[in-house]
């Protein structure tokens, strides 16, 4: 069964550093990726996906992710934190159907 | 567009009380699903439908009940609660089932529930 793993429950950076948040996945398919972000006392929202293609994924917010095969993983990346950017961030494997399976989250810290 | 819509924000329940999850979405989305999130374990999947009058069961379905008699709703039914089930419940749509799992889902804003 396809399953994810988010690497640190919690990540804590300063201010302008650069933000790195790992997700590997278990397949012998690659799935299609996702990585969602959730600000307090909200729903889920898309960060980026990776399906077929390039496999440098660029996002919202400056965020962006690289699917590596041969690692299976899918680590999200931003070169410059900011305040805004606290929250936690889901990492998702989708194998097809649309039925998702989450990582169990990494709380991102930002300090000034 | 509204995008998808959940009632109540809040909810506290005493064990052995019946309630229902009301979710709604206005993109004529094809495909809708339940998760529960709780700390430590991610989004699990509750139940999904693919359409109207059709749908399945996912990774933790014990305890719920789910029907889609719309394209629009799709409520999420609790007949009996238990403690266990105290959670946060998130609804999400997506515009259909059949694309391999490419489509992006979107989510509701979620219910928090306690049960006493």
């Known amino acids: 069964a396809q399953s994810v793993t988010q690497l640190g429950s919690h990540v804590s950076v300063s201010e302008g550093a650069l933000v790195l948040l790992r997700c590997n996945y278990s397949?012998?398919?690659?799935?299609?990726l996702f990585w969602y972000v959730q600000y307090p006392n909200q729903g889920l929202q898309l960060l980026l996906k990776?399906?077929?293609?390039?496999?440098l994924v660029k996002g919202i917010n400056g965020f962006e992710a690289e699917f590596k095969k041969s690692e299976t993983s899918f680590h999200l990346t931003k070169p410059s934190a900011h305040m805004s950017d606290a929250a936690e961030y889901f990492c998702?494997?989708?194998?097809?159907?649309?039925?998702?399976?989450f990582g169990t989250g990494t709380r991102l810290l930002v300090s000034p | 567009n509204a995008g998808v819509t959940q009632t109540p924000k809040f909810q506290v329940l005493k064990t052995g009380q019946s309630m229902t999850l009301q979710c709604a979405q206005d993109?004529?989305?094809?495909?809708m699903s339940w998760y529960r999130q709780d700390p430590g374990m991610g989004l699990r999947l509750i139940h999904y439908?693919?359409?109207?009058?059709?749908?399945d069961q996912g990774e933790v379905p014990n305890g719920y009940n789910v029907s889609r008699s719309t394209t629009e709703d799709f409520p999420l039914r609790l007949l009996s609660a238990a403690p266990s089930q105290t959670s946060v419940y998130f609804c999400?749509?997506?515009?259909?089932?059949?694309?391999?799992?490419?489509?992006?889902?979107?989510f509701g804003p979620g219910t928090r529930l306690t049960v006493l």
């Open positions: 993109m004529n989305h094809e495909y």
């Open positions: 990776y399906t077929t293609g390039a496999t």
């Open positions: 397949s012998s398919v690659p799935p299609y």
């Open positions: 999400a749509s997506s515009y259909s089932w059949s694309t391999r799992g490419t489509d992006t889902q979107y």
């Open positions: 439908s693919v359409g109207a009058g059709i749908t």
């Open positions: 998702a494997a989708n194998t097809g159907f649309q039925k998702l399976v």
